[in-house]
T-cell receptor, first 114, second 112 residues
Framework: NAGVTQTPKFRILKIGQSMTLQCAQD?????MYWYRQDPGMGLKLIYY???????DKGEVPNGYNVSRSTTEDFPLRLELAAPSQTSVYFC?????????????FGPGTRLTVL | KQEVTQIPAALSVPEGENLVLNCSFT??????LQWFRQDPGKGLTSLLL?????REQTSGRLNASLDKSSGRSTLYIAASQPGDSATYLC???????????FGTGTLLAVQP
């Protein structure tokens, strides 16, 4: 299994540009999550999904959108990039069974907005 | 609101020393607690997950304990090695909210 994969690894955007961060998992996990990590801070939840077609806001959803059309993919969309969105973005997935809801993380996307 | 605190923020030890990292949380109604390792510029690697009904989990030189009533967890690393140098994050999961709440981490440096 490849686990959780994210693309791109790095990206520089200009203010006002848009982009989509891709996330895919091949573990057939129902739950998927997007987090952002700012320097010296813990991770904060942006959006999450409990299954295909179902998404919900996390702690810091403003400026982002998500969709979940398949179990495998959970893309994160930035519509109008702002310097405050400069961060490292992590995608995670979890089986969320009665036995475990351990979360597995991708390698991250480092985004800079100038 | 659940808050997770990790102390110390940074720790430097000589190789071979045993060490303890601390994690505290304000709301004891958690489903489980997870310890992660993060290397510079990398993603998170799950080290140990402790269910709320468990007291501890062990993996190799790592041992994590959980005391729900006092809102504390510790990660014990035995016979530390330079390769253990990384940031260690703890996170608690309150099942009803579907959210993993992270601490800000402890940056560990093991000197050869």
């Amino acid at each position: 299994n490849a686990g959780v994969t994210q693309t791109p690894k790095f990206r520089i955007l200009k203010i006002g540009q848009s982009m989509t961060l891709q996330c895919a998992q091949d573990m057939n996990h129902n739950y998927m999550y997007w987090y952002r990590q700012d320097p010296g801070m813990g991770l904060k939840l942006i959006y999450y999904s409990v299954g295909a077609g179902i998404t919900d806001k996390g702690e810091v959803p403003n400026g982002y959108n998500v969709s979940r059309s398949t179990t495998e993919d959970f893309p994160l969309r930035l519509e109008l990039a702002a310097p405050s969105q400069t961060s490292v973005y992590f995608c995670a997935s979890s089986p969320r069974t009665s036995g475990s809801n351990e979360q597995f993380f991708g390698p991250g996307t480092r985004l800079t907005v100038l | 609101k659940q808050e997770v605190t990790q102390i110390p923020a940074a720790l430097s030890v000589p190789e071979g020393e045993n060490l303890v990292l601390n994690c505290s949380f304000t709301d004891s109604a958690i489903y489980n607690l997870q310890w992660f390792r993060q290397d510079p510029g990398k993603g998170l690697t799950s080290l140990l997950l402790i269910q709320s009904s468990q007291r501890e989990q062990t993996s190799g030189r790592l041992n994590a304990s959980l005391d729900k009533s006092s809102g504390r967890s510790t990660l014990y690393i035995a016979a530390s090695q330079p390769g253990d140098s990384a940031t260690y994050l703890c996170a608690v999961y309150g099942g009803a909210t579907n959210k993993l709440i992270f601490g800000t981490g402890t940056l560990l440096a093991v000197q050869p």
